[in-house]
């Protein structure tokens, strides 16, 4: 019986980890489980009705037992949810600066990824092993969830808002993508497979435009095209300009509308006197629900997009608006 496996492979940093942590946890139940019920057969059968065990010099109470039953289930308590949670906020938390973004839009059913060079895959996900990744992932329609066992990530993907996700894999190879969060009819075939290969094999991939066969050479397919579809910031300027954000917004801030430029990460000050760090989800919702938060300084002149934009464009425009840094050539240029 050597096909029974009691873990899926570790193929993360976060995996062995995981495991510890998991195997950690079963033993003290285990122990506890164990130790509870050997105590309680042994005293009942022991002092059952009619058995002769000497019942002298019973105690009503033990200072030293209470104590200890008290602070020995507190410290392994207290130890754990330490130890559970910072481990728990590096998985969720923010991801490293060198990590490579890749976008997730769920379905029913299907999984649809979007690469920063443009390529686009269908319940398969391509990745360099031994580089952060981060994903930014939303749902076109219910919660779903994606889950890649090897890695030990899984993590809600809810309709109209962002959530992040981050993992190294470590170990090239073909691994499982569940949606593990019950969405419909089909939920059991939103499945895919994620590829993790040799960062060699990962440039000639990305260089391929993704039409490379994993296991193929470069040079064995014969067809290499050179990457076709635009990458996502370029499809997020077309786009841009296409539905005339620039009419209102452009190199520097003016009546009309703010710039983008700079934008990403910044505190934004809003008519009400609060302020707001100016992430992924602010400029989504900025786009869809202008009115939700309005621009201290500026009158809420902006039209709605909501309902006029799939998930894909909105991430394909918060990509460009990402892109836009303000360099000093832009700064020196917007000087009157
Ligand atoms: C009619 C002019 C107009 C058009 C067209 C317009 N916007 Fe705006 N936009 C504004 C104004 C004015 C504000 C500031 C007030 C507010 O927050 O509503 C704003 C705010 C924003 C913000 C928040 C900016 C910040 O500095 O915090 C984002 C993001 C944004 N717009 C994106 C877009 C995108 C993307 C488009 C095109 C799909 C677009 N806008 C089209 C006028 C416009
Ligand atoms: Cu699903």
Known sequence: ????????????????????????LATVTVFFTLLIAVLVIFFALRYRKGSNASRA??????????????????SLGLF??????RLYGEVYGPAPE????????????????????????????????????????????????FYIPAFRIKRDVLP?????????????????LFCAE??????????????????????????SGGEMRVGETASGT??????????????????????RCNACHGLK??????????LFGKKVKLRDGTTVVADEAYIRESILRPTAKVVDGYEPIMPSYEGLLSEERLLQLVAYIKSLQKTEKQVAEVKP
């Open 253 to 262: 801030d003016d009546q009309r509308g703010p710039t983008h430029y700079g």
């Open 98 to 145: 060198n990590a490579l973004e890749i976008f997730v839009i769920g379905k029913q059913w299907m999984w649809h990824i979007q690469h920063p060079s443009g390529i686009r895959e269908n319940n398969q996900l391509h990745i360099p092993a031994g580089r952060p990744v981060k994903l930014t992932m939303i749902s076109q329609d219910v919660i779903h969830s």
């Open 1 to 24: 019986m050597s096909g029974i496996q009691l873990l899926p492979e570790r193929a993360s940093e976060f995996a062995q980890r995981v495991d510890v942590l998991f195997l950690f």
């Open 57 to 74: 010099g019973a105690k009503d109470t033990d200072l030293r037992l209470e104590i200890g039953w008290s602070l020995i289930p507190l």
């Open 160 to 176: 109209g808002k962002y959530s992040t996700v981050w993992f190294t894999p470590t170990k090239p190879g073909k691994y499982h």
């Open 182 to 207: 019950y969405c419909g009819t089909q939920h059991s075939r939103m499945v895919g497979t994620v590829y993790v290969l040799e960062p060699a094999e990962y440039e000639r991939w990305l260089a």
């Open 80 to 85: 754990t949810f330490v130890w559970a949670s």
């Open 222 to 243: 014969g067809t290499v095209a050179g990457v076709a579809t635009a990458s996502l910031v370029q499809a997020g300027e077309k786009l841009y300009n296409q539905l």
